[in-house]
């Protein structure tokens, strides 16, 4: 394990482990898995483009997460690439509950609601990394050797995201916040769930 790997263990962020259940469907339904996953990829650029619109006075920001948008196009890319090779049609997912469910846990007023925003972010890059870590050795190659060079890339935005907001927290107590939303987080990833989605909870 490489020191952008253990840097993790410095900072509490996630709060619970991935159901064994979930890497179980996973592996069953991998199409469907990487069509979601293509999905992740476009919503993690869109979520870095939003900080530079919402934030432009912010030079150091925005340039760490335009850089940031750029290499989460590239993994959209290769993302589609795999389902042409791999022969997997793209169709219209609805969205998970994940997402809205840290949504409704950001706070509506500045600066609170941008340090939420960041916090969320490095949550879902941390859950990002936890699970594709976990798919990597579960998946045949070349899949699985994918995603396991995409958990390094995960584990630097889940970084980034995390310096970040301790550098804009100013006199908020923001690894207190992290684990307030991080319990949020805990109990989607681990509630049962209806739907499957890269970022859903135990399949019910």
Same mark, same amino acid.
């Given at each position: 394990m490489n020191a952008v790997m253990r840097e993790e263990s410095t900072v509490t962020v996630l709060l619970a482990s991935t159901p064994q259940r979930w890497y179980e469907v996973a592996c069953e339904r991998w199409q469907e898995l990487l069509i979601d996953h293509a999905n992740c990829e476009k919503k993690a650029a869109s979520t870095a483009l939003s900080f530079i619109f919402t934030y432009p006075e912010d030079f150091a920001l925005t340039e760490k997460l335009s850089r940031l948008a750029r290499e989460e196009l590239r993994h959209f890319e290769q993302v589609q690439k795999f389902m042409q090779t791999l022969?997997?049609?793209?169709?219209?997912?609805?969205?998970?509950?994940?997402?809205?469910? +840290?949504?409704? !846990? /950001?706070?509506?007023?500045?600066?609170?609601?941008?340090?939420?925003?960041? %916090?969320?972010? !490095? /949550?879902?890059?941390?859950?990002?990394?936890?699970?594709? %870590?976990? +798919?990597?050795?579960? %998946? @045949? @190659?070349? /899949?699985?050797?994918?995603? @396991? =060079? +995409?958990?390094? =890339?995960? !584990?630097?935005?889940?970084?980034?995201?995390?310096?970040l907001a301790e550098q804009r927290a100013n006199d908020i107590d923001w690894r207190a916040r992290l684990r307030q939303i991080g319990e949020i987080e805990a109990e989607l990833i681990t509630a049962p769930d209806p739907q499957f989605r890269f970022h859903s909870g135990t399949p019910e």
């Open positions: 022969r997997v049609p793209f169709k219209r997912l609805s969205p998970s509950r994940y997402a809205d469910g +840290l949504r409704r !846990a /950001l706070r509506a007023h500045e600066p609170n609601r941008r340090l939420d925003l960041m %916090l969320c972010g !490095a /949550l879902i890059e941390a859950r990002s990394c936890e699970r594709f %870590l976990g +798919l990597a050795p579960r %998946l @045949a @190659a070349p /899949l699985g050797d994918f995603y @396991a =060079s +995409l958990a390094q =890339s995960e !584990a630097r935005h889940r970084g980034l995201y995390l310096k």
